[in-house]
């Protein structure tokens, strides 16, 4: 199956006996519903009317947006911000000043011009929550899920997969290859397709501490995160970063 969506192609191989067309069908459901809902370019998305309303009242939004912000939140916090889903503000570390209300799941931007962004984890996290969704309602056996260059492993047994890492310098040429093993995310950050969209969140200049950032973790979400973070502060910070991930792994180019 493959579908368009976060302005990039999802290819998924979903393995659930007979019901496998359904399994993927909800996949792209899945991931389509959460662009609706996390895009910062669409004016009716969750993000959108959040940043609209900045400087003014709390708005509320859907439990799956709540839960991508907290987890945005709580990603910048263990990267002291080199992850950061108000990086669009003017200023360093505004993300500490977004206040969520889980009882009344609201979002709330203080300060006029302040802007959400969840760019940073939005593939990971439609990956991990597709996947979710897929295993509740199926009998799931394996998945693997490219989003963009993102991948999502899965599989009730023993798996060993190999991913290759593009070199951002020349589309369609090898930088390198990783081994995985398990239910893992692969996601790797680079300059390479939409050159300076990775910036520093103080300064607002593109981010070139290094050539190209992978991370494998647990999740898509904190592969993303993870590898956003690494290429932003670059290989003095990677051992730091990683020991607050427990599991999660790191290979940077410079």
Request: hydrophobic residues 45%.
């Amino acid at each position: 199956m493959t579908i368009f969506a976060m302005a990039t192609f999802l290819r998924a191989r979903v393995d659930a006996g007979g019901r496998s067309e359904q399994a993927r069908r909800l996949v792209a459901d899945t991931v389509r519903e959460l662009e609706e809902r996390l895009s910062f370019f669409r004016q009716s998305s969750d993000v959108s009317r959040v940043n609209a309303a900045a400087g003014s009242d709390p708005v509320k939004v859907g439990a799956e947006t709540f839960a991508a912000v907290a987890l945005a939140l709580r990603y910048a916090d263990l990267t002291d911000g080199a992850f950061d889903p108000a990086f669009r503000s003017r200023g360093c570390g505004r993300f500490r000043e977004i206040e969520l209300d889980a009882r009344r799941r609201t979002v709330r931007l203080p300060r006029r011009g302040m802007l959400l962004d969840l760019g940073g984890i939005g593939k990971g996290f439609a990956l991990d929550l597709a996947l979710a969704r897929a295993r509740q309602a199926y009998p799931v056996e394996s998945a693997v899920m490219d989003f963009g260059g993102q991948w999502l492993f899965f599989s009730r047994f023993a798996i060993r997969e190999t991913v290759a890492i593009e070199d951002p310098r020349a589309e369609g040429r090898l930088l390198d290859t990783l081994t995985v093993e398990g239910n893992v995310s692969v996601s790797t950050s680079s300059q390479g397709q939409r050159p300076g969209h990775l910036r520093l969140p103080c300064s607002g200049a593109a981010a070139s501490a290094c050539l190209s950032a992978t991370a494998v973790a647990a999740t898509g979400a904190e592969a993303e995160a993870l590898s956003t973070a690494l290429f932003v502060a670059g290989p003095r910070q990677a051992e730091r970063f990683l020991s607050r991930f427990p599991g999660a792994q790191a290979r940077l180019h410079r």
